[in-house]
């Protein structure tokens, strides 16, 4: 199957910057995208940033010029990096990915990491 395995979440104070990354391993054929969602308390989960298999970017109104999307296709490895941070990006961040899977009949599916959580304060 596939794992998402993310990495980066932490405290930091206003103004500051952080670097998310999620590694994708598995019996994976293609991956389509991947993205980052994020989830404050008592929020719904929103799309945050995403990155297409044709290079194509989308970000949310409130990150852009904030935040930056980028991966390595070598190691199947996608990072935002969170510039500018403000209390408001206090959240639990969740990786996520639409992956082809290997097998008799490639299947494409969506899957998500474990979450981290990103802190904003001073």
């Known amino acids: 199957q596939v794992r998402l395995v993310e990495s980066g979440g932490g405290l930091v104070q206003p103004g500051g910057s952080l670097r998310l990354s999620c590694q994708a391993s598995?019996?994976?054929?293609?991956?389509?995208?991947m993205g980052w969602y994020r989830q404050a308390p008592g929020k719904e989960r929103e799309l945050v940033a995403v990155?297409?298999?044709?290079?194509?970017?989308g970000y949310a109104d409130s990150v852009t010029g904030r935040f930056t999307i980028s991966r390595d296709n070598a190691k199947k490895t996608v990072y935002v990096q969170m510039n500018s941070l403000k209390p408001e990006d206090t959240a639990v961040y969740y990786c996520?990915?639409?992956?082809?899977?290997?097998?008799?009949?490639?299947?494409?599916?969506?899957?998500w990491g474990q979450g981290t959580q990103v802190t904003v304060s001073s």
């Open positions: 996520n990915a639409d992956i082809t899977v290997q097998g008799y009949i490639p299947c494409r599916r969506e899957y």
């Open positions: 598995g019996s994976i054929f293609s991956i389509n995208a």
């Open positions: 990155i297409r298999s044709d290079g194509t970017l």
